[in-house]
């Protein structure tokens, strides 16, 4: 008769399972919290080669929980058994996390625990002695003291260490596994953290939480800063599959999406996000959705195949780091979720994300608008700093050479504003423009305003207007609002442009901003009855504002549909 395996090539099959290792070190963490543990320490002991490159010669995994029996100990190392198999009350279910996790990376495993008021058990699995034979049963836990530098991680009356050595699948250097874990631990671990008080050190140095909201601030390792602005939480019921449900299963569960827009001074301009600031808080890696098991996050990063989930947008961007999505759901979801038997990704079903991207893309668009009227606001600031430092009398802007054209180019004579003083009209908007000018900074405008028949100016206000001219007298001032998101789109363009942007893009961009200008130009002219009487006034006043107000309706939708073709 045949073995059903032939235990060495299975076991090097096993081994080769779709781990990392950070996510390996989580199914010890796991099994740590599944025993009440609060307190989960890490230890590594290393060796330096050459160039620097340290490898682990031991890495153990220790915990104040309640320690294993000998029945349990006993069994904990074979594959598929577990204590809590298919519970979905924890975070394990499966029972082949621990040890194929362990076997990933190396190849003997070593377990000491001890229940409250009982004795140090211990029991060991060895890849070297089952392959020549030596070794074909998990051996039975018998007592044995901690080894001396390990003796001083449980310090309560029950706990357990595990003990990885015989190190041969190491791919990094110690130093950036362990740094990497660090992040890794602290959002998976972040409710455990803050809500069960478990501490988790990785060689002495406490685990800081990670939430990728930046709401909960925490334990973490800037509890200083401003919070993000949470959303109010969406919630709908999903059904509960009945083909691997556990007894007494609801019919359906609830699925929790929390959404957030970071704050404000984390993202002052476009780019922010690469600062060694931001880099330190995570922010470069914060693109995408959170997907949390019972609390414990199983899946981080830009879910799969999201362009066709419905309509929306295609794709997550740069952008989309600056807003935080966390996705809740209740173990008896697994199957709806798509969660792997090592916990390590969770890809909702279709149904299910074309659910999830139609709720959560109303926020994501509100949240993207703001951000970007943020960076338009603040690279005008910036622009009217530079202005005034190479003493433009803060106009900001380079739009000399179209008031030179104006300047140079015969036309007629105004006549909205014949027959006014200049020097009043000018006063008079130059007053308006409040404290931001000093006397001599006033006095300077009105000889650039004397001077041309056109100047140009760049300023920020509330409003559908995108633009407002002022007739002085002879002389015109154009204030361009800043705010108005078709300036910001046009002046974003030509940033990129200055940078490292794809011109045929710019290209083609900048002429459906050209046409939609004057498409919303003739909207506007539509609004008025041929009929209808009014001063020259009143009627530019309204055709201002209708144009922009059609302009900013034309460009808001120009901007989804950019983002849908992305």
């Known amino acids: 008769m045949a073995q059903i395996f032939k235990d060495s090539n299975a076991i090097d099959s096993l081994r080769n399972s779709d781990f990392d290792a950070v996510s390996a070190y989580g199914e010890v963490i796991d099994n740590a919290i599944e025993a009440n543990a609060k307190n989960i320490c890490i230890r590594s002991f290393q060796k330096e080669g050459k160039r620097g490159y340290c490898r682990f010669e031991r890495l153990a995994f220790a915990d104040d929980g309640e320690g294993m029996d000998e029945g349990t100990l006993g069994n904990c190392m074979t594959i598929g058994w577990s204590s809590r198999y298919n519970s979905r009350d924890g975070i394990g279910r499966f029972g082949v996390g621990m040890t194929m996790a362990a ?24 890849l070297d002695e089952i392959s020549v034979g030596k070794m074909d049963e998990i051996p039975a836990p018998s007592k044995k003291r901690l080894p001396k530098d390990l003796a001083d991680l449980v310090t309560g009356d029950s706990g357990t260490i595990i003990v990885w050595s015989k190190y041969d699948r190491q791919n990094e250097n110690a130093s950036k596994l362990l740094e990497e874990a660090k992040t890794w631990m602290g959002r998976t671990y972040r409710y455990f953290i803050w809500d069960k008080n478990v501490t988790i050190k990785i060689d002495d140095n406490v685990v800081k939480a990670v939430d990728p909201l930046y709401v909960r601030l925490e334990k973490t390792e800037f509890p200083s800063d401003t919070p993000g602005t949470e959303y109010e939480t969406i919630k709908f019921d999903w059904p509960v599959d009945a083909f691997d449900a556990p007894d007494h299963a609801p019919k359906e569960s609830t699925v929790s999406i929390k959404l957030s827009l970071l704050p404000e001074e984390l993202r002052p301009i476009q780019g922010s996000g690469d600062s060694n600031a931001m880099k330190q808080r995570q922010m470069h890696r914060n693109e995408g959705v959170s997907i949390l098991r019972n609390n414990r996050e199983v899946y981080y990063g830009h879910i799969p195949y999201w362009a066709a989930a419905g309509p929306g947008w295609s794709h997550f961007e740069n952008i989309d780091r600056w807003w935080g999505c966390e996705i809740h759901f209740d173990a008896v979801l697994d199957r709806a979720f798509e969660v792997k038997n090592i916990k390590r990704g969770a890809v909702p079903s279709k149904q299910l994300k074309e659910q999830i991207k139609e709720l959560i893309q109303p926020t994501r668009d509100t949240c993207l608008e703001e951000v970007r009227k943020v960076w338009a606001a603040n690279k005008q600031k910036k622009r009217e700093e530079q202005a005034h430092k190479e003493d433009k009398v803060k106009r900001a802007g380079d739009h000399e050479r179209a008031e030179q054209v104006a300047k140079t180019t015969p036309t007629d004579s105004n006549v909205i504003d014949e027959g006014k003083d200049f020097d009043n009209e000018a006063n008079e ?3 308006k423009l409040g404290d931001q000018y000093d006397d001599e900074q006033k006095a300077a405008l009105k000889t650039i305003f004397s001077a041309q028949p056109f100047s140009i100016m760049e300023q920020t206000w509330a409003g559908p207007q995108f633009f407002e001219s002022h007739h002085l007298g002879g002389k015109s001032v154009l204030d361009f609002n800043m705010r108005h998101s078709f300036f910001e789109i046009v002046y974003g363009i030509i940033a990129d442009l200055e940078g490292d942007g794809d011109p045929y893009v710019a290209a083609k961009d900048l002429k459906d901003l050209l046409d939609l200008l004057l498409i919303a130009y003739a909207k506007a002219e539509t609004r008025f009855a041929s009929a209808e009487e009014m001063d020259a006034e009143t009627f530019l006043e309204m055709l201002r504002s209708n144009w922009g107000q059609y302009l900013m309706s034309y460009v808001k939708t120009w901007s989804k549909a950019r983002m849908e073709e992305s």
């Open 103 to 126: 076997i990933h990376e190396c190849k003997r495993v070593e377990a000491y625990s001890k229940r409250k008021g009982g004795d140090w058990l211990y029991t060991f699995l060895d």
């Open 429 to 431: 908007f130059i007053k």
